[in-house]
């Protein structure tokens, strides 16, 4: 059954949770964040929360600054790498003042072409492919482009690079994400971690979580995690190939599919 405020009230209870982090992303695709009590979940859930979107990329202007957060109850997770305070997280959709979903919010772009795929009678299915970098942090604590490890494809690399990539299996399995295969890039220090196609707004979702899960897994271990497209001249660069596919809504059948 699908959650209800009443089922994630008692969940949040049952775990010990003391604060929710709810997540949106910017016209960029750049997690953002307001974190509230556990107290003021209830109100959240009834009301949604508002914040300032000014300053946010892609957002509103000063002078229609005001919108709030509706959290989709379906994402509420706990933040597993968070061992200080209790912390879950809820991904939320973006609302203007008069209740209307907001134009630049990422998932009501998707929404609005998965609807168009429906009116088609179509289902659309992704399942991404992310590469990333692990880099050393300097001595200041700032990220440099100095690779983790010497590892090339496919490589059996016996270092941290490998725990952290089990690390983040884990990691992301608690957050209801299903990985299929995990291995060295052909670049040093370069790694990609492949999960389970699905629905496309899902698997948003789960890229989204993904690259937020690895950056925090990497930090834990004086890491940086980078998913820029070429952080190294003349080294390969990293990319998030996509399998696609439509599927009928009415039989369930991949349309992609060639029958003869």
Known sequence: MPPTAQTILQRAEAEQVEFINLQFSDITGMVKNVTIPLAQLGDCLDHGVWFDGSSIEGFARVAESDMFLVPDLDTFAVIPWDKTYITARMICDVFTPDNKPFAGDPRYILRLALDEAAQLGYG????????????????????????????????????????????????????????????????????????????????????????????????????????????????AGSGMHVHQSLSDLKTGKNVFLDAS
């Not at 399942?127 to 490890?149: I, K, M, Q, S, W």
């Not at 010497?150 to 957050?175: E, H, K, N, W």
């Not at 890229?207 to 897994?217: D, N, Y």
């Open 124 to 235: 659309y299915n992704v399942g991404p492919e992310l590469e990333f970098f692990l880099f050393r942090n300097g001595a200041d604590g700032r990220p440099t482009v100095d690779p983790h490890d010497a590892a090339g494809y496919f490589d059996v690399s016996p270092d941290l690079a490998s725990d952290i990539r089990r690390q983040l299996v884990q990691v992301l399995t608690a957050f209801g994400i299903e990985v299929e295969a995990m291995h060295h890039e052909v670049a040093i220090g370069q790694h990609e971690i492949d999960f389970r196609y699905g629905p496309a707004l899902r698997s948003a979702d789960h890229a989204v979580t993904f690259r937020m899960a690895c950056k925090a897994v990497a930090q834990l271990h004086n890491l940086y995690a980078a998913f820029m497209p070429k952080p190294i001249a003349g080294v």
